[in-house]
T-cell receptor, first 112, second 113 residues
Framework: DADVTQTPRNRITKTGKRIMLECSQTKGHDRMYWYRQDPGLGLRLIYY???????NKGEISDGYSVSRQAQAKFSLSLESAIPNQTALYFC???????????FGQGTRLTVV | QKEVEQNSGPLSVPEGAIASLNCTYSDRGSQSFFWYRQYSGKSPELIMFIYSNGDKEDGRFTAQLNKASQYVSLLIRDSQPSDSATYLCAVDGKKSSGDKLTFGTGTRLAVRP
């Protein structure tokens, strides 16, 4: 089993729908991150969390919300999906030192 | 100014040559620097990290850091077609920028057989 698991792997949804992307990890790491990747724009940070009670906005948090349900689980929600949220989304974790980040397999989201 | 900048490429090199990938960053308080490799459609994976000025070698890979110039590079010796991928530079800004990991846009490397 993968250390960082994202569900779903692929999703097509309609404009205006609410959607949740889930991430769970078995690394025992405190830090978890959500990034989106668009062609030519690299990985952009949406939200990050250093523990269950510490959640921070990244550079592109508008239109997104997160929930850190437990040390091992970090969910990303799109309250009302719009087409420009079509992207590849990655969850990542790292230890308290902020060293190597381990990535999930990615979720390819299409909003039509 | 973007926090982490990379040339998007593509950088094309012949097999066996040295590929040189460059990255600049804006936060002088940055402490940790990483190079990730990402194959098309796959997740990024860490290949090198460096914390101190100078060079760090690991097999065919060498990371170079110059904090005064805010510059980090990755050299790939004896490039192979399997090295063809996008290389992402990442910087951990520590407390000066919220202690978060920030990525550049990546440089696409193509190694010609």
């Amino acid at each position: 089993d993968a250390d960082v698991t994202q569900t779903p792997r692929n999703r097509i949804t309609k404009t205006g729908k609410r959607i949740m992307l889930e991430c769970s990890q078995t690394k025992g790491h405190d830090r978890m991150y959500w990034y989106r990747q668009d062609p030519g724009l690299g990985l952009r940070l949406i939200y990050y969390s250093f523990d269950v009670k510490d959640i921070n906005k990244g550079e592109i948090s508008d239109g997104y919300s997160v929930s850190r349900q437990a040390q091992a689980k970090f969910s990303l929600s799109l309250e009302s999906a719009i087409p420009n949220q079509t992207a590849l989304y990655f969850c990542a974790t790292s230890d308290f030192m902020g060293d190597e980040a381990f990535f999930g397999q990615g979720t390819r989201l299409t909003v039509v | 100014q973007k926090e982490v900048e990379q040339n998007s490429g593509p950088l094309s090199v012949p097999e066996g040559a040295i590929a040189s990938l460059n990255c600049t960053y804006s936060d002088r308080g940055s402490q940790s620097f990483f190079w990730y490799r990402q194959y098309s459609g796959k997740s990024p994976e860490l290949i090198m990290f460096i914390y101190s000025n100078g060079d760090k070698e690991d097999g065919r890979f060498t990371a170079q850091l110059n904090k005064a110039s805010q510059y980090v590079s990755l050299l790939i010796r004896d490039s192979q077609p399997s090295d063809s991928a996008t290389y992402l530079c990442a910087v951990d800004g520590k407390k000066s920028s919220g202690d978060k990991l920030t990525f550049g846009t990546g440089t696409r490397l193509a190694v010609r057989p």
